[in-house]
Structure formats: structure tokens, C-alpha cells
């Protein structure tokens, strides 16, 4: 008989939620998972309609807010690129070396943070608290690099920065993946990322507006303009997110208890174990030794190494738009429309990986791309081929990118602690591209025009190696699948009755 949807359970019913399968340490496929009491309670009908209601809800409460939040981070972190033609680099009379130090260093304390930050997040809990306090403490770092008077000061504001902006992003990566299934996660981490490519877009034209309209203004050039105006901006972004963002889905406070229960158990329900639970149940270091432990961890932080060191080009993007013969505004403003094509193609791309369920073709065409933009751009001097490339290269690294991230995820779903490590861990190892990658591009003095030819053949070839890579994935996700068909035990997998074949159940997006 259909459980009446109306039906509200006794306090004493509601008093153990915790979703267990059946058998204790076996999957969804061999038993069925016992749902808590007031999921218990809908019927199909009921229940589709309340987890439509629910995702729609977490969708409108969640994903505006961390899309400006990252616009922000991405914004305060890279306008270095955009200030360079500013004044920045004259004023402070910086060599083309010190400035490449200033990109740089940025990314030594994103690295240092990443893991630590992500563990500390698992552990307590508490994003809507934890992510807004860091982004107030960045924003005013942000604005006080406007009064920086040496490199030696430049690089100080530098290296905190990005130590403190490294909580954001794989923080945000856990957080989806949190709320979302293996299959909503791709088009969603899309939409988070999607404040980077948009941060891209804009940032150059609100550099543009500063230049043209407030050099000088109160004494100041346009460069301190546009890290103290941004950085205000993060502030008063912060704290209306204080009051916005969501917890955990079991200690959100604005949620109803049916809507709490609702939001873990589908989780549950799409990889077959329990998800964050409590700040108790989770361990500092044992998720992040797990998560080392295990090659698919490795062989994804090659391929995020290799995409995200292709995608080094976009932090000089205004230094490569140049080499077409512009002037510095109408260069700000030519660095605008291939990331909103990026923006497009990003969307779409996650959108059909997760209908489909598709990974490894999503990361791979994309990437296909990149390289033969990255040929074209080197191997040309024409401006309309060359912009032609540029329009393309960005759409080339950054589409299929997303859809790694999401990959992870889906790679290293449980437990909480490990996947919380694995996406810091990758994270921070694949910055450390952009380390090297900062002195790739070079700035002559007297006006001459760089040689890209060197840096855009290291991004043609690291983009080639994610392709590779991402081959490699897909043969060992193909494997561990026909071991979970045939019943087989497949570690960080959640498995089912040993020695069993199962046609339904757990398995790796490929």
C-alpha cells in the first residue's frame, strides 16, 4: 500500500535519521537502502515533486551567490594582468621579472592552503560561515595591494591574497558536491566556474572604464583605483553571504526537516553510503591518506595539471591580446569576447555531459580545440587569424575542464573526508603550473612585441598530455566497471555482495 504523503511521523519515529542499507557495508545494488521516516512517508509522486521543489530551492539559495563570490575571487586575484597596463608596472617601476614574481608568488599560498582549508571545512561543517569570513578577509587584502608602494610590498599583499583566496574554490567544489548527485554535479560545478570565465570577460572592461575615466583622480593612478574598488566590492559581497548560503544539508537551519532528511538521503540513494553526517564523524588526515592512497587520485591530478597549465595563457590574456597592435584600452576590451564564448560552450558541454553521463569525450573534443589554437596562434602574426585563435583557445582549455572537476567527484565519491582532500589535493597541485607558467611571458621593454612561440607550444603540448591522460582514465574507470559487474571487490568503490554480478548499482561515470 502507497505511503500516505500527508502523513507527518511522531518524534519518536523522527529519532534516528541516519540512512543505513540493509546489510552494513553493502551498496544499493544487493538491498534496499531504508529511507528516514518522513521520506519513508511520500509517495513517488509526492517525493519527485518535493526534490524538484528542493533542487530548485538549493539552486536559487546556493549557485547566484557562489558565482558572484568566485566572480570576485577571480577577479581580485588576476586584475594583476589587467593593472599591468594601468600604470602598475611603471609606477612601482617593476622589471618584467618582479613582474612575473608579483603573478607568481600569488600561487605559492593558494598551494600551501588548499588541503588544510578543505579539511578544516569538512570537519566543521559550516560553509555559510567559513567561506563568507575568508572572502571579507581577502577583499580587504585586496584593497590595501592598492596602496602598496614597492615590489617588496606588492609581493607581501601577493602571497597572502592567495593564501587566503585558496580556501575558495575546492572549498566550493566540496560544497557542491555535497548537495548535488553524481550527475547534477557537472553542470553545476559549470555554473560555479562560470564566475572565472565571466570575472574574464568583465574584468578587462571595468580595468578599461577605471583607465579611461580615473587615472589621477584624488591623486591616485587608475591601477590603486582598481584594487581598492574591487576590493570593497568583495566586502559588501560577503557579508550579504552570510546570510544566504546554506550549512550542510543536515545542519541548514532555514531548511524544514522534511527537506533535510530529503536532501542526505538522495545522496545515499546515488552512491549507496552516507555522506557528511556530523562534524564528530569526521577525521583530519585520515580522508587525505586515503585520498594519496589511491591512483585515480593521481592520474586526475596529471590531467588537472596539464589543463590548468594550459590554461596559463589566460593570466597574461590582455599581454597576448597586445601582440595584435592595440592600444591598451581597445586590448582590455578584445579580451572580452572569448570569454564569453567560453561562458557558452562551458554551459552547454557540462549540460550535455551530465544528460548524458558522459566524461571522457566531454574533456577530450574540447582540449582538441585548445591545441590547434595554440598552433594557429603561434604559427601566425596575421590579426585576424591570430584573433581567431584567441577566440578559440580560451572555449579550448576552460569547457572541458569543468567537466574534470566534476570528474573527481564522480571518481572519489566517499567517503566525505577522502573527496574533500582529493579536490583540495588536485587543486592545489595543479596551480602549480601557474608558478613556472608566469615567467612563460615575458614583457620587452622599448614597446617590441614578445615571442609567444615558446609559451604557446608549452600549452599545446600540456594540453595534449590531458588528452592523454584523460584516455588513461577512462580505460581504468572501464576496468574497475566490469569488476563491479562481476561482483568484484573494487576499493573506494561501494561494492556489492561479493562474488555477485549486478546489472544495477554503483558505477564510475566514463
Known sequence: ??????????????????????????????????????????????????EAKLRRKIDTRLLPMIILMYIMNYLDRNNIAAVRLAGLQDELNLTSTQYQTTVSILFVGYILMQVPSNLLLNKTGKPALFLPTCMMIWGVISGATGACQSFGGLVACRFFLGFIEAVYFPGCLFYLSSWYTRKE???RTAVLYSGSLISGAFGGLVTAGITSNMD???????????????????VVIACGAFFVLPNMPRTTTWMSEEERQLAAFRLVEDVGEED??????????????????DIKTWILTVLLLAIVS??????????????????????LLLTAPPYVLAVITTYLNAWHADRTGERFFHIVLPLCVGVVAFILCAATHSTAPRYVAMMLMVP?????????????????????????AALAFINAISNTSSIYASYMYPQPKGGRQPDLTIPLSVDCA???????????MRVILGRLNKKLDRGEHVEGAINAVPGVAQENGFRFLV
Open 276 to 293: 557528511w553526517t556530523s562534524s564528530e564523524s569526521q577525521t583530519l588526515f585520515h580522508g587525505f591518506k586515503l585520498a594519496l592512497a
Open 185 to 187: 554535479l557537472g553542470f
Open 1 to 50: 500500500m502507497a505511503a500516505d504523503p500527508d502523513h507527518k511521523p511522531t518524534v519518536d519515529e523522527m529519532s534516528d535519521d541516519v540512512v543505513k542499507p540493509t546489510e552494513p557495508g553493502h551498496g544499493p545494488a544487493h538491498g534496499k537502502l531504508q529511507p528516514p521516516p518522513l521520506v519513508a512517508a511520500m509517495s513517488q509522486e509526492y517525493r519527485a515533486e518535493a
Open 216 to 234: 589621477n583622480t584624488k591623486g591616485l593612478r587608475a591601477w590603486r583605483w582598481v584594487f581598492i574598488i574591487e576590493g570593497a566590492i568583495t
Open 396 to 420: 579550448g582549455v576552460y569547457t572541458g575542464y569543468v567537466v574534470a572537476l566534476a570528474w573527481i567527484s564522480n571518481s572519489l565519491p566517499r567517503p566525505a573526508s577522502k573527496r574533500a
Open 310 to 331: 594550459s590554461a596559463s595563457v589566460t593570466n597574461f590574456f590582455p599581454t597576448i591580446v597586445k601582440t595584435l597592435g592595440y592600444d591598451n584600452v581597445k586590448t
Open 462 to 472: 600540456t594540453a595534449a598530455l590531458a588528452i592523454i591522460m584523460a584516455g588513461v
